[in-house]
């Protein structure tokens, strides 16, 4: 569905990426692990559109998205719940999930939709005319993925979302995106510093160090790699 | 003060400030998205008057032909001003940006200069415009209740557009976040030229309806209505649409009255509108409708 190769990137004289492939496939989970600085959030940001690759391609489903600026990568199918959330703290909730949906022209679908999202995410339908800013971290968290499920994105791709979180409700935010993995097919490029956590919902997981893949591999074989366990899962 | 000179003076008041209020949304709305102050937005003031003089002494179109046909050109110029002279500079530090602006307001101011020759020019208005109306023992000039229900139905107008359309709700979260709103599948080039058209429409009609309350145009006239503008702006809480509404109409309304009590002061009108923007940024640098908003990380 997503094929990346050899993609570099450089932000000034630093050299983020440099030469990643990787290949997500339609109703998987794909995890995107690694430390601090890896390189995993420069490799969504360049699939948006928001940073320029040096050199390399992307396609989705086919198509090059290179070039693109981020509402053309959203019309081809893609949304990003970027890290740190970041929702819309002067609209409202529903204001939030609306504007998720702004390439898309059915209303009558749109309302149906988001009263989809609020059965996924009751907390959000009990706060619907509040502003964003108001919500809790976690209530934030899960704004942020039902505002970019509401493009109907064939790729749904997650930057950290544990990511300042309590542990049961980052628990929580992957029980979804496995649930929505489950019921409706959709295909997930994650992000997450927690690999444990990560690798126990994935498919297959790629390990990103200095802006190189390091390893890959099916996620329950990652899980029990000697280098992994020591290295991001802290085991012995 | 007798009970008909105060309320012919909050007449005169409410719209002078609907003007400047007109002109401060503007600002407002480019501050509330790129963070600038577009200097040149107050040369969008002169522009639509000019353009209506024209359109009137040159082309021969009806008064409200030529006021739509200045409305347009303005817009024009606006979004080409954005395009031409902000768009590119806006991944660049705010300095940048607020150079251009300055440079922009003296190529505008210029040009207008060669262009439409320094010598000001007499603004005739529409017949209609200048009807005495006597509404009991208070008396008018019929454009000053046409000034304010102009500016009321454009701010109703603009208050819908921002809260209950698709593009003013982009504009809104554009205001917070134009990466995360270009995320949403916004079109955000697009969006910020919208806010462009609909602040340099508001600076057309701001500038028309300045030209027949105060009927002589220069090619410097936008200069203080922008000055005053802006300081509504920030009065208001700069980035806010309310707020500037609030601003401008507060600010025309002090003016008026300080001079209607204290006539004798009536020569120091500009100082005391630059005096309350000076008390504000010491007391209260959010104003009005501003509030600094506590963020959640």
Sequence with gaps: MLNISNLHVSYGGIRALQGISLNVEEGKIIALLGANGAGKSTTLRTIMGIVKPDQGSIDFEGESLLGLKSFQVVMKGIALVPEGRRVFSNLTVKENLSLGAYTRKDKEKIKADIEEIYELFPRLEERHTQSAGTLSGGEQQMLALGRALMSKPRLLMIDEPSLGLAPVLSQDVLSKLVELNQKRNQTVLLIEQNARAALSIADYAYILETGQIKLEGPASELATNDDVRKTYLGIH | ?297
Aim: charged share 10%.
């Design chain 2, 1 to 297: 003060m007798t009970f008909d000179s105060f309320f012919q003076n909050l007449a005169n008041g409410i719209s002078l400030g609907s003007l400047y209020a007109l002109i401060a949304i503007g600002y407002t709305m480019v501050y509330g998205i790129l963070r600038l102050i577009n200097f040149a937005h107050g040369d969008l003031v002169m522009l639509g008057s000019y353009f209506a003089f024209y359109g009137v002494s040159m082309f021969f179109l009806p008064w409200w032909a030529a006021f739509i046909f200045a409305v347009g050109v303005t817009a024009g110029v606006g979004v080409v001003m954005e395009k031409v002279a902000y768009r590119p500079l806006r991944e660049f530090p705010r300095i940048n940006l607020f150079t251009a602006a300055v440079a922009v307001s003296f190529l505008l101011e210029n040009l207008a200069i060669v262009i439409f020759g320094g010598r000001p020019k007499a603004f005739s208005r529409p017949p209609f415009m200048d009807k005495m109306l006597n509404i009991g023992s208070i008396t008018f000039v019929s454009y000053t209740p046409i000034i304010i229900a102009v500016s009321l139905v454009l701010f109703v107008g603009l208050i819908l557009i921002i809260n209950h359309t698709k593009a003013g709700t982009a504009m809104r979260a554009l205001s917070k976040d134009i990466e995360t709103t270009g995320l949403m599948g916004v079109n955000t080039n697009k969006t910020i030229m919208f806010a462009f058209l609909l602040g340099s429409c508001l600076a057309a009609v701001g500038g028309i309806l300045w030209a027949i309350k105060f009927p002589q145009i220069n090619p410097l006239m936008g200069v203080m209505p922008g000055l005053k503008a802006f300081v509504a702006a920030v009065l208001g809480g700069i980035g806010n649409v309310g707020g500037a509404m609030i601003g401008g109409l507060l600010l025309g309304i002090v003016e008026i009255m300080l001079v209607a009590f204290f006539p004798s002061l009536s020569g120091y009108r500009d100082a005391f509108s630059f005096a309350i923007l000076i008390l504000l940024l010491l007391f209260r640098p959010t104003g009005i409708m501003g509030e600094v908003q506590p963020e959640k990380v």
